[in-house]
């Protein structure tokens, strides 16, 4: 894989998301011209969580358009809400996914050059934005998490924008095995280790792969993909798969 095509940038500007009034920038909006990215993102998009959302390692997130069809099988009571942009992307990618995409690849985009940084971590916001209480466990289950990008250097993106490899230094880790890594064969000390010296690492993935090694456990999902109490609606109150 050398490249890919942006079918669509998105930016989204913060509103309430679910019945508790969730503040939350997922709820995009398609853009048809070109569109500054930066060190922290692109211009005019806005995330509610800057804790956990956002910033250089997070700076564009990325979703295969190939997903959504397999989710509208797997869902058919949700298929609408299905589109492009639903799961809250900057980019919506073609020709694509996360088995072709290693960490750290680099990729002239536009005027930019952005690199692979890390694949996303569904968090509990997904089960309210599809009204699915397990969204997001679904979601980590499936491997179809989609991705987040850095931008090394400033440029003008635009739809119908190719990005063509530069480097790939980490052939060995392609995205989905960094998604067996962390969510299947969580336990793999000799993957962990070498997963953990990778340079460029996020700090959060160093954090996570020492406890995992030191404690020899895995971290709580819970709070990261469990809707609060205190944030669902009565329609979501199981978390049983239909």
């Known amino acids: 894989m050398t490249g890919f095509t942006v079918a669509e940038i998105r930016i989204g500007r913060l509103a309430s998301l679910g019945a508790a009034d969730v503040l939350s920038g997922i709820d995009k909006q398609r853009q048809f011209g070109p569109v500054m990215a ?16 956002g910033g250089p390692d997070k700076a564009l997130h990325a979703y295969p358009m190939a997903h959504y069809p397999v989710w509208a099988r797997g869902l058919p009571e949700r298929e609408q809400r299905f589109y492009p942009g639903g799961f809250g992307e900057n980019l919506v990618i073609e020709g694509a996914t996360e088995a072709d995409i290693c960490l750290f690849d680099r990729f002239r985009l536009g005027d930019a050059v952005i690199e692979v940084s890390q694949t996303r971590q569904p968090c509990w916001k997904l089960n309210l934005r599809f009204n699915v209480p397990d969204m997001a466990r679904r979601v980590q289950d499936s491997g179809r998490t989609g991705w987040y990008f850095r931008v090394v250097t400033d440029g003008e993106i635009a739809p119908g924008d190719t990005a063509s490899l530069i480097s790939r230094p980490q052939p060995g880790w392609p995205l989905d095995r960094v998604w067996d890594l962390l969510y299947r064969n969580m336990l793999d000390r000799d993957a962990l280790a070498e997963f953990a010296a990778l340079p460029g690492l996020p700090a959060g993935w160093q954090r996570t792969v020492q406890a995992r090694l030191a404690r020899n456990a895995v971290e709580d999902w819970q709070p990261r993909l469990e809707t609060p109490p205190d944030h669902r609606s009565e329609r979501g109150q199981t978390n049983a798969r239909p």
């Open 38 to 53: 930066r060190l922290n993102g692109l211009d005019g998009d806005e995330q509610g969580d800057s804790l956990r959302h």
